[in-house]
């Protein structure tokens, strides 16, 4: 966070905000999904990013982002067993993608 701090210093013109998001797998954040945003307490004097949840939506200028960050094909493709793979067409990550959407 100190290496981000200091390039976006570095730069008096620079408008660049920064947007923290944690994740599900984070060793200092033990949250499942949905995750709260991280505290203040972890981040260098000075340095003020927009701290969000996770899953969060949010908005820059007209473009509205969601953001999920968990990877939920490769979760499904892990616990999935096929016991005929030749008769699926496309393989096993195409069967993960079908039972989802």
């Known amino acids: 966070m100190k290496y981000i701090q200091s390039e976006l210093e570095a730069d008096k013109d620079c408008k660049t905000k920064v947007v923290l998001i944690p994740s599900h797998k984070e060793v200092h954040h033990p949250y499942p999904l949905p995750c709260p945003a991280f505290k203040e307490g972890y981040l260098p004097k000075g340095f003020e990013p927009v701290m969000m ?23 499904v493709c892990l616990n999935m ?3 005929n793979k030749d008769e699926v067409k496309g393989g096993k990550m195409t069967l993960a993608l079908e039972s989802i959407f």
Request: no cysteine.
């Open 81 to 83: 067993i096929v016991k």
């Open 53 to 75: 949840g996770n899953p969060t939506l949010f908005r820059i200028n007209d473009i509205s982002f969601g953001i999920l960050n968990a990877d939920a094909i490769k979760d």
